[in-house]
C-alpha cells in the first residue's frame, strides 16, 4: 500500500482530520508532516516551486469505515447520563471555563451544549507554536502525557474526541495516536448537536 502524507500549507490544522479519515477507512500507511509546510521550509528542507507534474496513478482499495473511529451522538448522550467511570470519556478541546459555562463561547452564533461528566483537554496544551515561524506542532510526548493526565485520561476507557467546530478534535486523535492511545471523533460537533 502506498504512503499518504497530509500536511497544511499555513497554521490551518484540518489536515488531522484527513489524515484520521484516511486511516478509518483502512489506509494505514497515513501520516501527518507535524508542523506542515512552513516547519519543513523553516527548518532549510527542500522545496519546488514549479506547475505540478504528472504522477504515476496508484490505487488502493479501502474499505468500509471501521468500527470504533466515529462516536455517534447518541453515544455521548448515554455517556453523559451513566456514570463516567463505566462509559465513554469524552475530551473536548475547549478550555475548562468554557465547558463549565463560567466563560463566554467564543463563537456567539451558537451556545455549547454541555454533557455531563466530561473532560477536558486545552488544544493549546496540545499544541506548540514555534516562535521562528507560523507554524503548530504537537508538544513532545512527555508534555502530552502530561495534558492527557490533566484532562483526567484513562486509556482504559472508550475515548470520543470533541470539539465546537468538529475540526480540532482532529488534533486532540492524533496527540493521543502519538501516545498510542486509541480514540474516536465524534460525528458531530457541538455546532451540529445544537442543529439537532
Known amino acids: 500500500m502506498s504512503k499518504a502524507c497530509q500536511y497544511a500549507v499555513s497554521q490551518s490544522d484540518s489536515y488531522v482530520n484527513i489524515c484520521c479519515l484516511t486511516q478509518a477507512f483502512g489506509h494505514?500507511?497515513?501520516?501527518?508532516?507535524?508542523?506542515?509546510?512552513?516547519?519543513?521550509?523553516?527548518?532549510?528542507?527542500?522545496?519546488?516551486?514549479?506547475?505540478?507534474?504528472?504522477?504515476?496513478?496508484?490505487?488502493?482499495?479501502?474499505?468500509?469505515?471501521?468500527?470504533?473511529?466515529?462516536?455517534?451522538?447518541?453515544?455521548?448522550?448515554?455517556?453523559?447520563?451513566?456514570?463516567?467511570?463505566?462509559?465513554?470519556?469524552?475530551?473536548?478541546?475547549?478550555?475548562?471555563?468554557?465547558?463549565?459555562?463560567?466563560?463566554?463561547?467564543?463563537?456567539?452564533?451558537?451556545?455549547?451544549?454541555?454533557?455531563?461528566?466530561?473532560?477536558?483537554?486545552?488544544?493549546?496544551?496540545?499544541?506548540?507554536?514555534?516562535?521562528?515561524?507560523?507554524?503548530?506542532?504537537?508538544l513532545p510526548c512527555e508534555e502530552l502525557h502530561k495534558a492527557f493526565d490533566v484532562a483526567g485520561g484513562d486509556s482504559t476507557h472508550n475515548i470520543a474526541n470533541s470539539c465546537g467546530s468538529g475540526i480540532t478534535a482532529g488534533v486532540l486523535w492524533l496527540a493521543l495516536q502519538r501516545l498510542g492511545v486509541f480514540s474516536a471523533i465524534s460525528n458531530k460537533s457541538w455546532v451540529g448537536i445544537r442543529k439537532l
Open 28 to 138: 494505514e500507511q497515513a501520516s501527518v508532516l507535524d508542523g506542515g509546510l512552513p516547519r519543513w521550509e523553516d527548518e532549510g528542507f527542500e522545496i519546488e516551486s514549479r506547475d505540478p507534474q504528472p504522477v504515476e496513478k496508484t490505487s488502493c482499495s479501502l474499505s468500509t469505515l471501521g468500527s470504533n473511529w466515529v462516536c455517534e451522538y447518541y453515544q455521548i448522550v448515554f455517556s453523559s447520563l451513566t456514570d463516567p467511570t463505566s462509559s465513554e470519556l469524552v475530551l473536548d478541546v475547549c478550555s475548562k471555563g468554557q465547558l463549565a459555562s463560567a466563560d463566554p463561547e467564543p463563537r456567539t452564533s451558537f451556545l455549547r451544549p454541555h454533557p455531563q461528566p466530561t473532560f477536558n483537554a486545552l488544544l493549546a496544551t496540545n499544541i506548540s507554536k514555534k516562535t521562528s515561524a507560523p507554524y503548530i506542532t504537537l
